[in-house]
């Protein structure tokens, strides 16, 4: 039984009888009382999402995944499709079990798919991924001072926010976990 605090995001807990992913959490320490735990939890078989509050001193039982390396290959009416390479079977999550990280799939991109026995709970994006800006605004000449940065569209449709200087048809590096600007490729 893991302790309260060594929650990480991507762990499994059982919480209501009911297999949970812990999708945010955050470390709270009050100025006056005890520190707390305040987390996001997707229920896997439902896909809602929850807010919990969990005191230090609470144990949950950890519930075990297993994790395999899949490649996403597109996207249909029930789900989001991911092969397994090496026996080529296929595996469908549906669009609530992925939730935010669909904007971050591109065909092709290797993921790890976590299962409980046999059935797909939910996926793990790479740390970072290179994309292909398809949208930039071009940079005005002389806005060079600062921290300035532009919003661009990458290849799968989502909006990064990224220095002046990159313009459409470049690759960069994004971090998946919060959607930030790492480098260009």
Do not use: C, W
Not at 141 to 149: E, H, M, Q, S
Not at 157 to 175: L, R
Request: proline fraction near 4%; avoid cysteine.
């Amino acid at each position: 039984m893991p302790a309260i605090s060594e929650f990480r995001r991507g762990m499994a807990i059982l919480f209501k009888d009911d297999i949970y992913v812990i999708t945010e959490y955050q470390h709270v320490k009050p100025g006056k009382g005890q520190a707390f735990i305040k987390t996001k939890l997707k229920n896997v078989k439902s896909g809602r999402v929850i807010d919990n509050t969990f005191k230090l001193s609470e144990k949950l039982e950890a519930v075990r995944l297993d994790g395999k390396q899949m490649q996403y290959l597109y996207e249909d009416p029930h789900g989001f499709v991911f092969m397994d390479m090496t026996t080529y079977d296929q595996v469908t999550l549906s669009s609530d079990l992925i939730g935010d990280d669909n904007k971050f799939l591109k065909e092709g991109l290797e993921v790890k798919v976590l299962f409980h026995g046999q059935v797909p709970i939910t996926m793990e994006l790479p740390t970072s991924v290179d994309y292909t800006v398809i949208e930039a605004e071009p940079a005005v000449k002389g806005d060079t001072a600062g921290n300035l940065t532009k919003m661009v569209t990458i290849e799968t449709g989502a909006q990064i926010q990224v220095p002046p200087f990159i313009n459409a048809g470049e690759t960069i590096k994004i971090d998946t976990r919060n959607g930030s600007y790492l480098s260009r490729s």
